[in-house]
Structure formats: C-alpha cells, structure tokens
Nanobody, 126 residues
Framework: EVQLQASGGGLVQPGGYLRLSCAAS???????IGWFRQAPGKEREVLSC????????YYTDSIKGRFTISIDNAKKTVYLLMNNLKPEDTAVYYC????????????????????WGKGTLVTVSS
C-alpha cells in the first residue's frame, strides 16, 4: 500500500525558513512526487515536483528562488526547503505522488496526482 507522510510544518516568523519532509512507502516503481499547498479560502496549488528517475524538477514561478525540492531515493523521502518565508506562504502543505514520472514535465497537474498524504500546517507570522 502506497503511503505518504508529510511532516515539518509549524510556526515561523517572516523571513525564516522551514524544511518539510515527505516519507513515501509502498512504492516499487519510479514516480513523480511533489509539494502542494492550500491557503485558507484558496484553491490548492502545485509548488514543486520531482522525478525519482533523474531528479528533474519543476517549480511554479511564485516560489522560484525561495523554495528548493530535493529527494533522497534511498530513504524514499522528498524535502522542501522553504527560505525567506512570507505571511502569504501560510497554508496547509501536502505531498502527492503520481505513477508517471513524466508528469513533472507538465508541472504535476493536481487533478492527475494518484496519491496524497495528509497535510502539514505552515504558519508564517510574527
């Protein structure tokens, strides 16, 4: 059974940083895995995703230069390092995976992701 477990959320001051982790289990094949978020009153959005085959990564424009995705294939864990956090980054952050690694090329469309973990709350506030 495929499972995704996100962790690392919390309260951070503006300008601070957090590193989110997502532990994946049950995968016996290559996949795409990424981070999404949903802020209060807003739709869920994709942030970044990465292929387990070659590490090719996608970033949405709004986070480029501040967030970095990485993966440890041996640990089956994907990370999202978030720097220079802003109050507008406050949201529930989710990790999700897709059986097709190539979806990274298309920006990991939310509607196509096959597996979702429970979210972790990130609050950016002074």
């Amino acid at each position: 059974e495929v499972q995704l477990q996100a962790s690392g959320g919390g309260l951070v001051q503006p300008g601070g940083y957090l590193r989110l982790s997502c532990a994946a289990s049950g995968f016996t094949f290559d996949y795409a895995i990424g981070w999404f978020r949903q802020a209060p009153g807003k739709e869920r959005e994709v942030l970044s995703c990465i292929s387990t085959i070659d590490g090719f990564a996608y970033y949405t424009d709004s986070i480029k230069g501040r967030f970095t995705i990485s993966i440890d294939n041996a640990k089956k864990t994907v990370y999202l390092l978030m720097n220079n956090l802003k109050p507008e980054d406050t949201a529930v952050y989710y990790c999700a995976a897709d059986r097709a690694p190539r979806v990274v090329v298309y920006g990991c469309p939310i509607s196509g992701m096959d597996y979702w973990g429970k979210g972790t709350l990130v609050t950016v506030s002074s």
